[in-house]
């Protein structure tokens, strides 16, 4: 069983910046991931890291504006973004426990989530 907990969302308005925390109980084996759910829309993808690797991936809605990152020490991921836009807002989620067999943005793979941290951006 892996635990996660999410914090640093908050209300922001646009162009404004938020770095979200995800603090594991453990790193899971490759993909670690932070997905996204606005009201009445399917989880999507934001972004993901290679655990051992520390390489990174992007869904184009986000890159340039957002970086994840992880402190190997403090078994946290983290989510900076930047530039945000209304159409970010939503529910945050991170996630862990990815199995193999498809994309790092299947949120179906995944076996943990954190409870969720809200992110709403003003225009």
């Known amino acids: 069983q892996v635990q996660l907990v999410e914090s640093g969302g908050g209300s922001v308005q646009a162009g404004g910046s938020l770095r979200l925390s995800c603090a594991a109980s453990?790193?899971?084996?490759?993909?670690m991931g932070w997905f996204r759910q606005a009201p009445g829309k399917e989880r999507e993808g934001v972004a993901a890291?290679?655990?051992?690797?520390?390489?990174?991936y992007y869904a184009d809605s986000v890159k340039g504006r957002f970086t994840i990152s992880k402190d190997n020490a403090k078994n946290t991921l983290y989510l900076q973004m930047n530039s945000l836009k209304p159409e970010d807002t939503a529910m945050y989620y991170c996630?862990?426990?990815?199995?193999?067999?498809?994309?790092?943005?299947?949120?179906?793979?995944?076996?943990?989530w954190g409870q969720g941290t809200q992110v709403t951006v003003s225009s």
């Open positions: 890291i290679l655990t051992r690797s520390g390489s990174t």
């Open positions: 996630a862990a426990g990815w199995t193999y067999g498809s994309p790092w943005s299947d949120f179906t793979r995944y076996n943990y």
């Open positions: 453990r790193f899971t084996d490759n993909y």
